[in-house]
């Protein structure tokens, strides 16, 4: 079972999958890796990655996880799920795939921690360090998700701190909620990208 969205996200009609279902997870990335599969051959394949938890107690286990390629998005509700396909962790562990994001020094652990013990290769790219080096701009370390995206893509988001500390577990995201997940995935893909971080060496 499957929600599908279609939203105008900052001047581009971007399709967004919710679901709790591994074989709708496994169709999105096997559909995503096929039509981005020049990017995925040559090693340029850029995946916004975002990890949402319920802060509640000591080291919440991750509720959502959302990929981004192009303009379209996944949200997988961990919680609400009984499996994870092997798709998704076969997705996560390649090294030829580039995962970006903001602010994202734990969600490997998140999700490696979580009941499906999702492992990725790699810690995915933190946005703002090669934000700071491409800008010449140290102040970008340490700056907001919005601060980055105005200074990059030169667009205006809003990221409030009561959403991101807002009940994750739940069925269906919020209104709210579906638009700061999505804008974190959708702007680290299109930052990322810009930034052709596989050219980076970590």
């Not at 701190?161 to 997940?181: F, G, H, I």
Request: hydrophobic share 40%; with cysteine; aromatic share 14%.
């Amino acid at each position: 079972m499957a929600t599908i969205y279609n939203i105008p996200l900052y001047g581009t009609n971007v399709t967004v999958t919710e679901t709790a279902t591994a074989s709708v997870v496994k169709k999105w990335i096997k559909s995503m890796l096929f039509f981005h599969r020049h990017h995925y051959n040559n090693g340029t394949l850029i995946v916004g990655l975002g990890v949402q938890w319920t802060p509640i107690g000591q080291n919440p286990p991750a509720d959502t996880l959302q990929l981004c390629i192009g303009s379209r998005i996944l949200i997988f509700h961990l919680t609400h799920a009984e499996t994870a396909p092997l798709a998704l962790y076969q997705f996560l562990e390649n090294p030829s795939i580039s995962f970006v994001g903001f602010w994202n020094h734990s969600d490997r652990s998140k999700l490696a921690t979580s009941w499906a013990n999702l492992e990725m290769c790699r810690d995915p790219y933190d946005l703002r360090f090669y934000a700071a080096m491409e800008y010449d701009d140290p102040e970008l370390k340490t700056a907001s998700v919005p601060w980055i995206v105005k200074k990059c893509l030169g667009f205006d988001v809003q990221q409030r701190p009561d959403v991101s500390m807002s009940d994750w577990n739940r069925e269906y995201l919020t209104a709210d909620q579906l638009l700061y997940a999505c804008t974190d995935a959708y702007c680290a893909f299109l930052i990322g990208k810009d930034l052709e971080v596989w050219e980076f060496d970590d």
